[in-house]
């Protein structure tokens, strides 16, 4: 059972519902989907909230394997782990779902309105609702407290009359559903911090006054003013600012931790909100600039030097409204210290994150531990468990986090209750069904077009009337229609009976990334009973709306021309079969710190076999050097427990001192060979190859021992090094290597680190005068603490720029010498020195250079800083593009203890999706050859990159379709043309061609 749908909720149902378990989602709203459909775009990729959140919620309302239960609330827990009896109360929605058919006619009706939540109370909605307009059920509800009927039962009933199928009965009573469970996760998502507490930023009071939620409800297309910036009286703004930590990092109202997403979000908003309207002028008023995820140091780079929004570091003082013109002046301190005032047209508070009531009422009931700001506590070391056996936790109740982190806990959470309900798997689950495929041989092209606006980010630019008239006169065309999502629910749903009903035989969508939506599509084809090949895709958002934002005319032209084409190809489209292949079910993990052999753990638990693959002759990785987690965790403790499960346990082989020379095979039947000249069979790939301190260059590191790195100091202070118990005064230097031109990125847990190491030298030196020079600090999520911690114990904080770093040089004094400190003030705007006895530096993490070459060996990507780029940077943060290899770890890029071992535990639980099927099948897009044209050149066999083509024995080429990416490279160099790329043959982009200069009828 899954208590919660947001997109932690829907991501561990999903996992475990695909690979063999009966899952129940508990979602107390009326729809599944949380806070997601709320945003407007996503960082750091300003991705389109509900495109790329849409195919879940389609995926999850449509699975066999799960059962949704809304207006829910779990009341009663009896029984013990992995037979948990679990009480229910549904509360009715006085709709019945299986009969509403979505279509607003009982909304329109209704005379009463009320304060719309979903978006934030900037509008209204009536007392029948539907939460939002992609909303899973697709079914509309009764707000009973504001229904004129439920209060007077002789009133009102307008809605009955408007209802064409008689869904509406408002005497549904509350229903007592008892369902038993082997384990629970808890996802019941956050709450946001109520801003009138702030009283001095006027929430509340000022009507331009808003919070980022509501901000973002602005933005977004679907929101109240469809994407319009404006103020209470309708104009636009022209100066906005942001005022971040307003209700974090807030001791005086039990806020004491970072909610680690504001200062990203806040510089999503004005970048966004730029784009929105072009010269507004954007201010974001922060303490630290908490930009420490991947990726995220860049977008806060590109904000500030490409879009020009500002940032000042200052803590503002008040908010307050001026009567006549309704400006708001911002008081604040300038960084020199000097008290100053500026206007704005509206200000945004960026508010926290914080545990809902509901979440806390629930972990009493379930029994769990609460820490002390009321978010779960996980126990040591595990990244998903709670206090309780059999329940775990993934998303924001266990601490503050962003999309991406939320996604792996989730699949990490998931991956755990796989282990610990092995023994049930495939036990209470329905195999998936699909009508039988037409025929359409014979047939006459019939095509279907549905036009999506994409909410606005295609329909603010391209003028889809325009679309739709032009595609309806073209050949073969015989429907269209549009769409304001086309991937939603009812979309999905109305496409299938369209299919039917004008008896269409092909499918063309004019909407956003075939990457990300094409496979949802052919899915309800699938559904349809159509083969999912004669389905084809426009992508009228990346390559039309978003590119030519300040050009609509030529967007509108531009997305005609795309249609067309793609009309014209898909008449020329033919039915395409998948091949089955058979799945070794083992895996090889490739690196034996503390992520791989907690995914080799997670993997054996559940009954798969494993290698394990260490170059070194030694297991632990960089994690040997360190003896506590952030959490006084026994790190070294925990890697023995890993290393005798690696030693002992059956199923896990484990090479050490042995790399690989060579992979082939693909996904479910991988063969990898090493230097040793093993050979290695498996299905899957983890890769879990850690990453390295950097050695710095600068600040006399490597020329003077009392230079050392933050690993050097941790293993310094644990051998009792008399360095550090006779040290007077001690200089930290953060961001040595990091976040600079050659390297610009965070390294996200030197900071906490800092804070770590200094407080320990403050418990065996206690006086010792320490010295912190940082940019920003980066102290995310509880670990806020500690920086708080470090101040009470008198650690001093002094902020430098990039641009004036401190300097380190040898100065002599009394015959010896010290190590003579410079920097800047950042008050005073003065030099200051200090005479130190030890300075430690922030080094970087760095990927080790073996990365080029596991890149290359497995076909899969690195990102500009040569750790692994995942997928999708937000809904598939463990999976690679190309399928069957996942990564986990420092490998992904710079993390903590902890969160290396959730993402493990999440790729584990991804590689089950494919360890637990007997059979594969082929992508769809794959190479085939015409053996009477194929000569044996080998041109194919050399230029492939996946090693697909093979010669037979009939000397004639052949493709392996599992292995083929139909990335068409065979197709194109072939000189016999022997070669061809189903539903990409020269006949078919032939038509695309003559498609963009037919004329419509």
Known sequence: MIVGAGISGMQSALDLAEVGYKVYIVEKSPAIGGRMPMLDKTFPTNDCSMCILSPKLVECGRHRNIEILTCSDVVDLQGEPGNFQVKINKRPRYVDPDKCLGCGSCAEECPVKVPNEFNQLLNK??????????????????????????????????????????????????????????????????????????????????????????????????????????????????????????????????RGYCSSVCCMYATKEAVIAKEHEPGLETTIFYMDIRA??????????????????????????????????????????????????????????????????????????????????????????????????????????SGPKDIPETVMQASAAAGDTAAYLSKARNTLVTEREFPPEKDIGGDEPRIGVFVCHCGINIASVVYI?????HVQKLPNVVFATNNLYACSQDSQAAMKELIEEHKLNRIVVASCSPRTHKPLFQETMREAGLNPSLFEMANIRDQCSWVHMQEPQKATEKAIDLISMAVAKAATLKPVYNVKVNVTRAALVIGGGIAGMTAAGSLVKQGYKVS???????????????????????????????????????????????????????????????????????????????????????????????????????????????????????????????????????????????????????????????????????????????????????????????????????????????????????????????????VTLAAPIVPPASNQRLSQLFKVPLNPDNFFQEAHMKLRPVDFSSDGVYMCGLAHGPKTIEESIAQAKAAAGRATSILSHDTLESKGVVAVIEPTKCAACLTCVRLCPFKAPRIKEKHVAEIEAVICQGCGTCAGECPNKAITLQSYSDKQLSAAVHGLFEQAR
Do not use: W
Not at 176 to 192: H, K, R, S, T
Not at 375 to 386: A, E, M, R, W, Y
Not at 465 to 469: A, D, E, G, S
Not at 799 to 824: F, H, I, M, W
């Open 125 to 254: 909605r009536k007392a029948i609702y539907k939460l939002y307009p992609q909303a899973y059920p697709n079914a509309y509800m009764i707000d009973a407290t504001k229904c004129l009927k439920h209060k007077n039962p002789k009133a009102c009933g307008k809605c009955i009359k408007a209802c064409p199928v008689d869904a509406i009965d408002h005497s549904m009573q509350e229903e007592q559903v008892n369902i038993n469970v082997g384990a629970i996760i808890l996802c019941p998502g956050y709450e946001l911090f109520d801003a009138e507490l702030r009283g001095e930023y006027g929430y509340g009071v000022y009507d331009n006054v808003l919070t980022s939620l509501q901000f973002e409800r602005m933005l977004s297309a679907s929101g109240p003013y469809e994407g319009h910036i404006q103020k209470a009286d309708g104009n636009t703004p022209k100066k906005i600012a942001f005022i971040q930590c307003v209700g974090s990092r807030d001791v005086s109202l039990c």
């Open 292 to 397: 420490f995820g991947k990726d995220y140091e860049k977008y806060y780079n590109r904000a500030q030097n490409e879009y020009g929004v500002r940032y000042v570091k200052c803590m503002i003082s008040s908010v307050k409204e001026l009567q006549q013109t309704k400006e708001l002046r911002v008081r604040y301190r300038t960084p020199d210290g000097a008290m100053t005032e500026e206007d704005f047209d509206m200000v945004v508070l960026s508010v926290g994150l914080k545990p809902t009531e509901d979440s806390v009422k629930l972990a009493n009931i379930l029994g769990v531990e609460l820490n002390q700001y009321n978010f779960c506590q996980l126990q040591d070391l595990t990244g998903v468990q709670t206090s309780r056996e059999g329940i775990y936790v993934a998303g924001v109740f």
């Open 465 to 469: 009337p325009t679309v739709i008239q």
């Open 612 to 838: 394990l693959l260490e170059k070194g002759d030694r297991l632990g990785g960089v994690a040997l050097r360190i003896k506590e987690g952030f959490n006084n965790e026994n790190v070294q403790g925990y890697i023995k427990e890993l290393i005798n499960i690696v030693n002992n346990n059956p199923l896990i082989d484990l090479y050490t001192g042995s790399e690989i020379a060579d992979v082939s095979g693909y996904m479910g039947n991988f063969t990898t060979k090493l230097t040793s000249g093993q050979e290695i069979k498996h299905g899957v790939t983890i890769i879990a190859t850690g990453a390295e301190e950097q050695k710095p260059t600068e600040y006399l590191y490597g020329q003077d021992e009392r230079v050392m790195t933050q690993l050097e100091l941790d293993e310094a202070i644990v051998n009792n090094d008399p360095r550090v118990k006779s040290a007077q005064n001690i200089v930290m230097i953060q961001c040595v290597g990091s976040r600079e031109e050659n390297r610009p990125y965070c390294s996200r847990i030197c900071c906490t680190k800092t804070m770590k190491l200094a407080l320990k030298i403050k418990e065996v030196n206690p006086n010792a005068s320490i010295i912190v020079l940082y940019r920003d600090i980066r102290t995310y999520s509880f670990n806020e603490d500690y920086y708080r911690q470090a101040r009470e114990n008198g650690v001093i904080f002094i902020r430098y720029e990039v641009d004036n770093k401190p300097a380190v040089e040898l100065a002599g004094q009394n015959g010896g010498s010290v190590l003579r400190v410079t920097a800047t003030d950042h008050i005073l705007r003065e030099p200051i020195t200090i005479d130190a006895d030890l």
